[in-house]
């Protein structure tokens, strides 16, 4: 019998496949990060940005770097080193981090879009609508529904995922003896955020104005990153390994054009 969560160690050894697929995840990962923090200080010190739009792109970008870090702190290098002796709790437990911050700030990006929406047809009453309290209320709703999401994986059976240094994906660990598969939370927490990404394009599209404009870019990015996530599998790209590669980053390079 395979040991349960055997699929999230290394192979032993490093092959020049794992030295090019973790140095891609360190490159794609670091630059995001690097941006993201960037963004954060600029929106500390510039008091233009201290206003409602202010705040949720910051809470957008600090999901975004707290789900860089994780690529950075084991992704990255549980693929250089391949460890065999490492826990699978450990790739777990950065699972669970990574999807904790990376669906509060997929929520928040359709409020961001309804936020610019209000700052252009509703100016008088702006201030209003987007109160302080209420931007920390839609934040607070985002983490109450990914705190949600991250809790199903380990309350349902046969939900924990976590990061394969071999196939350069994540995994599903399998069940544990006497439990049975019920459904994938990773696949229809995928479906409601392309959902949302697929909603803010189709809302932002038809304006002509430049805050519109980037927006549409910056969904657009996400929702293809989504799109791969859902619909490409097993080599639908090139083959496998690519496949994998190409949908486990695309979500730090739309990190990247968010920033």
């Not at 395979?2 to 490093?14: D, I, Q």
């Not at 109160?131 to 309350?155: G, R």
């Not at 939370?185 to 955020?193: A, F, L, P, R």
Request: charged residues 10%.
């Amino acid at each position: 019998m395979t040991e349960f969560g055997a699929n999230l160690k290394g192979r032993g050894y490093a092959t020049q496949t794992d030295l090019i697929a973790g140095a891609i995840v360190l490159g794609i990962s670091f630059t995001a990060m690097t941006f993201g923090v960037v963004n954060l200080s600029l929106i500390n010190q510039t008091k233009l940005w201290h206003n409602a739009f202010g705040r949720l792109a910051a809470w957008r970008t600090f999901g975004e770097v707290c789900c860089n870090c994780t690529c950075l702190l084991y992704s990255a290098p549980v693929t250089f080193l391949q460890p065999t002796t490492l826990s699978y709790k450990v790739g777990v437990a950065f699972y669970l981090t990574e999807k904790l911050f990376g669906f509060s700030a997929c929520l928040i990006q359709p409020v961001i879009s309804l936020n610019r929406l209000a700052a252009v047809y509703f100016p008088i009453k702006y201030n209003v609508i987007f109160q302080k309290k209420m931007c920390f209320l839609f934040i607070a709703l985002t983490l109450m529904y990914s705190s949600a999401a991250v809790i199903s994986y380990m309350v349902l059976p046969c939900s924990l995922l976590g990061y394969s240094p071999t196939l350069y994906k994540f995994v599903r660990l399998g069940c544990p003896e006497g439990e049975r598969p019920l459904t994938s939370i990773s696949g229809k927490s995928s479906v409601i955020c392309f959902s949302f990404c697929l909603a803010t394009v189709d809302k932002d599209s038809g304006r002509n104005i430049r805050f519109f404009i980037q927006s549409v870019l910056q969904n657009v990015s996400m929702m293809t990153a989504m799109t791969m996530v859902c619909f490409c599998r097993d080599g639908a790209i090139v083959n496998a390994t690519v496949t994998n590669i190409i949908i486990f980053n695309s979500y730090n390079v739309a990190h990247v054009c968010n920033a």
